[in-house]
């Protein structure tokens, strides 16, 4: 069986924007589009040359239809999803009132991805990859959802594959004391974490990027900590430091950056590259993202961030 | 206190319809409206000159807003809506690949509505109204929406105010049996009731008008069938007969004809008019509903049904 | 009879705007709106919580009826609007070349709200109210409206109705020394004034706050004028003052602004508060309502304007 | 001076038609494109290869300058226009319910155009021409519309230009009474004259063919009435006779078919042929208005009218 | 290396259709689609469930991103396209004056698949594959194409891959004289060929079904020839039939039936069916696709196939 | 025969920009407009009050019938443009990542206007113009494009036509050297060079004004140099100078500044004006066609430039 670079999943859902910057009770005209951070990070490792894996539990209706062929459209191996009889394919709406008032409307609970179950995953299929990546929103999305992602975990784990753990807190979805005992969980069963800086205090109580690492490192793993426009700090057992951004000229969409910069470093390890390597070309990533109006669309090909790169000096960083 | 001439209550949805007649996996661009069974029949009878309340659960967001400002826009008095704080507004998508192909995908399910308990009843508001009017949708959506039409019959079954029942049968929302026996026995609790031929012969298991209508009227009901291009037929202890339809040069879209139909019959009856004349301005109603796009977007009225009822010969029925 | 907070009466038009910032010539495609300064007063009241009556002389066409539905879709009693047989809803288009250069053109002129007369009032229906409020725009659009205007003064000031008068100097509709000259009176005959620094020197001929609240508010009555990011001037018998105005981090839309801060004294007025807190709330309407795109859909209920202004600190006055 | 074959004038009007099939009050998105009988008649003459002046009174709006810029964008003169300081460019509504009803809310009167006015004419530019052409709907608009009609005809009928008359009746624009007096009295004043069957009753009071025919053509005159699907019936001093029309396979949109008929018959005409063959090819030119949407849109240029006459067999009219 | 059920390989064009039936000469609003015969019936084959490799020559544009990321989304394999450096991806805008006049304008010659030459062929590939597809219409795009299209013959013909062949006549593409000599030369070099009736008269000279298919299948080929509503005439040295067609309820868009039969055949021939049953089923898909707008998004999965064959009598051929 | 003030000639395209601002690859709605240097220079020449030819080779398609109609829809003489009956009217689409990412992409090669050839010319039409505008565009285009702007120049130049010459130096259509080699040459053949600042550096290899001027005017030319925000600088035998530009409040789209500043020297050069004042005037339209979205809807009428300039103080040019 042909092995796999990288292995993902977690919800992707329809996403509906109003055609006018309106409150959405006066508007009666919507585009689509498709929203989903794993799937989001499985496009950007594909667009960087590797091969990945994608799946989720699709509801049998034209939105999982969708999805499915977006996702395989952008050269990803889609043949793990399965199918709710039962549920539908999630959607969320966007409202925008100026740029710094979005609102979020979900129908995303009870959705077929949130019935996703142990029984949903291929235990060869997982062991396949060189890299496992989870986010922290999948347990967030049901008990099933979150019992799945424990026995990937123990499947990936107790096989040798990596596992990259990106928190993703999103506390709207539930309780902040659960999160933190799931999150913290999670991290401590994985191998590298990809925290933002709020995350990492989040999950520690500490304050300070030092002492964060210090606390997730433990037991052997990478911390690779976003700090927003000033890079990413990155700490193991044998080295540290701080990887300065680059410099963006205009941010057009900053959603979708921190998963270009997942799938930035994911690129990087592949490649067997020192980490100072591999956090720059993620923040690299994150920068090209925000240039561009979507969650995915923006995400680069190889050869563009690597002609971003030489183009660009490293000065600040954008990566979030 | 005010009194009011009908009251009705039902979940309105948010409908999307893609902006081409294409399978929605395909489709990127979605337009608005609002659709409701419930929410037409009052649309019907206020524009038709009586008082009208309606009410549902909504959620909390733009969509329940959107409902809300729409049916009170048409003159309904709203103010019995409750409010979920969990559920979010109920929608749906219709897909038209053809004419005869039209396909619904619904997110109803735990919707706003569904949440709809006895509780949310205002008893005085009920006893307030002349004719209570139900259909077999909402006892088909949840186990406390059931209990809430089982709720509102016996305040209004024990304190003198008409229940019209129109069955409406959904049998993608609840199985076969559950649904015939629920729904004869709704109908066994109600004074008129407004039935297809086809929902007679589910709840009677006859074959014949006069068979079914036997069967239904028994303890002194009412009972007008719609008989599709035929017209309707109405029986009760008294009377009955057939009133033929009226003809209708281009069927734009038949949903809502029965919903404009039920307004006619409350409308008549309200006028105290004999049950042929009620009847016949029905069977106008639901004629002129089906030569306008939209659910409620056609509804005549009081003016335009008796302009359109002295112009035509009556001798065909479209009211379906 | 049931007593009313507020009545207010004026034309609300049909606003159409291009799809694309292009010059119309150009532009094909155009989105329809509702516009008017005074339905965006009794929307903006009835959603702090009031019961408001609106009316105007609507035509009997399609875009009378959207306005119609519109505004009663919004809570407030529409039931004595009345229509010309002759003459169409009014309708404007917007031009909007750059964020600066935004032009109007009318289709206003014989206009069926143009027609208003004195025998549309319904002087019962103005007795009932608390607070009648009035803008300078009515008196502006004919002969007939203006004495219209001069009749519902008379009603409401005979018999103990405060009347609140917004200038809404418009010298695109008539001549500068006529619209002084009724203005000037209208003021004379009105208890609360509320006009912009401009208006207040338009009207006075005086340049400083002081000089022209003093000339105002002459014969007992109270003077509350806008400074724009400023916030607001009052002034009356037995005090005065500035509240500043609040922050307001992107400007979207200043349109509909002035109109909500008139929302926002009607309210405090109805609330009996002291004039300083009556104002204040004020300008956090006006700072909410320029934050979003559109006339009224900004507007907030009375909810989101305490959350405001609780979360801010009022250092800087936006309501224009 | 250069001499010009046609010369006409009348209102062209910005036409607005709804995105979808849906009662205006539901509508929120509109197209917008150009409009009027003369306007089309000279595009139709303009395609056929012949030098043509059109002209109007326009606004000073965009929307003046959009119908501009179309008509001159046919190659046709417009150098004749003269402006409204005061009053806008007309403009109408389109609401299609269904293929049967449809629904027309204008913004005309009071226009830029019916402000027209003797004054407005240039006498030497009309006796360039070898035809003038006028149609029934200019006299219909205003009082000084009309004196405008009546001196043209004046300026034309003393100096030679052959004046063709198509009565357009519309009742919607002005009584019954007057509109038969005063077409009667234009079409007495005419050379040759294009009505409908419908139009030479209303005119003559006869029910005929020939005995409108008779009526009519006293004095002279040539009488070319359109007979819809049957073709078209010509009548003169010297010949009378029917002219079979085309077969249409699908009519697409009636409206502009009698604007192409006149452009046909102006053609022929000018090529100085025989009435039979000049009326062929009008009736050709309906016949393929009618498959094209749009009123001018489907307007043929030379070649395609031969090309489409060489093809078909002229069995069956459908110029209307 | 893995085996493939089907390649085939040809020109996908990106398609513009205008917002509204009007002629491109007046429409400013276009909506974009793909359309390519190969490519649709690769999708069709995908869809029933087999493996499917497509390949062409793309532009660097975002619309060869289009088009590639599209098919792939299908679960086809697009690994094989090249790429050219100088020419952009074809497309092309299809105008609709009526539903029986549409016209199409081409962006088509020198577009980058014009370029495929047969140095682009993976002839390791091409022998993978049980199935080598072509149509008649890559050979008329350029002399490299047509190249391009007798080398892969050629690799799949003495090789063992059975070669299926859709004359796919385009006389706007190529003079009469050479499609017949080249497409006749291709049928020759062919295993099965699939003609429609008027492309069998074209390639043989004969008129009957008999007559043509006994000069096609010289060599031992089979014939399966498309009859339109009759359905479909097979005939190979052992055999031949005629299958009648399936009854269509309304013809939506006629594009794309052909392509679907040719994937009905594959399939069926793939499961090693009975010809009469492997024409049922292409029938079948033929009837399917009309009643779908668009080109490839009306194209069966198998289960809906079975399920529509075991609904349907099949008296009636649409397959078209 | 009529004289005519300019003539000039080049290929004008249809453009298409997507709806939302996205990568081209995720939008499938777009709307169309039209583009061209040489057009807008005569749609400014036209709007400030002078007769202008304009010709270029059209496709016999629609898009050829819009460009047509367009251009002559602005009082435009276009009766000498020929047509191509194999080449399409050229077209591109405009890609807008971010305000500074924008992206073309052409479908301009082998097009009509490329066809161009000398034996296109009407000499005679030619040597009616008092000026002749060229710019570097055209002879980038073809060999038979370049043929047909030399000989162009050889008709005016030997006649006492004055030739106007705007580099419009773009490097994606040809070779530096060849650029160079033939813009030089031409530039030595026109009377009057309008070069960027740029542009003068690239053909001279100079890199301060006045040396750039000195080279460029030899042989009594008169060269006019735009400086960006600077201004502009004009220098010839006798005087030379810099002439500021205007302030801009806000760039809403920069493109077609330069062919209005082109539009505005001929103007000032009909006039007979001196060049500080010439030049000035040029500089103003530049910075009224940036606050207007598209490339010639911008262009201002005589009156609109007066007002402007007499409204401005020119401390900043914006002409680019």
Chains 1, 2, 3, 4, 5, 6 share one sequence.
Not at 224 to 251: C, R, T
Request: glycine share 10%; charged share 25%; hydrophobic share 35%.
């Amino acid at each position: 069986m042909k092995s796999m670079d990288v292995v993902t999943f977690g919800e992707s859902m329809v996403l509906f924007t109003p055609a006018r910057m309106l409150p959405l009770a006066y508007e009666n005209q919507y585009y689509r589009q498709m929203a989903g951070a794993e799937s989001n990070v499985a496009i950007g490792v594909s667009r960087l040359g590797h091969s990945v894996g994608w799946f989720s539990k699709l509801g049998r209706d034209p939105f999982g239809e969708f999805i499915y062929k977006s996702i395989q459209g952008e050269g990803i191996d889609v043949s793990r999803c399965t199918y709710s009889e039962e549920a539908p394919t999630g959607l969320f709406f966007k409202e925008k009132r100026s740029s710094g008032d979005v609102r979020i409307y979900y129908y995303r609970r009870h959705s077929a991805a949130s019935m996703l179950q142990p029984e949903d995953l291929d235990e060869d299929y997982i062991l396949r990859a060189k890299y496992l990546h989870i986010t922290g929103i999948t347990p967030a999305l049901s008990k099933s959802c979150r019992e799945t992602v424990y026995a990937a975990i123990e499947i990936a784990g107790s096989n040798g594959v990596t596992i990259v753990f990106d928190p993703n807190l999103r506390l709207k979805l539930w309780h902040e004391d659960e999160a933190r005992r799931v999150l913290s969980d999670i991290a401590q069963k994985s191998h590298i974490i990809l925290p933002g800086m709020d995350e990492g205090m989040f999950l520690t109580g500490e304050h300070t990027r030092e002492a964060i690492a210090t606390k997730l490192t433990k037991g052997g793993k990478t911390v690779i900590m976003k700090l927003g426009k000033e890079g990413a700090f990155y700490q193991n057992e044998d080295e540290n430091g701080v990887v300065p951004g680059f410099l963006v000229q205009e941010v057009v969409d900053p959603v979708g950056a921190g998963d270009g910069f997942s799938a930035g470093i994911l690129s990087g390890l592949l490649r067997d590259e020192p980490l100072p390597k591999v956090v720059r070309r993620a923040n690299a990533i994150g920068a090209l993202v925000v240039g561009v109006n979507g969650d995915s669309e923006g995400l680069p090909k190889i050869e563009e961030v690597e002609q971003f790169m030489s183009r660009s000096s490293s000065t600040q960083d954008v990566s979030r």
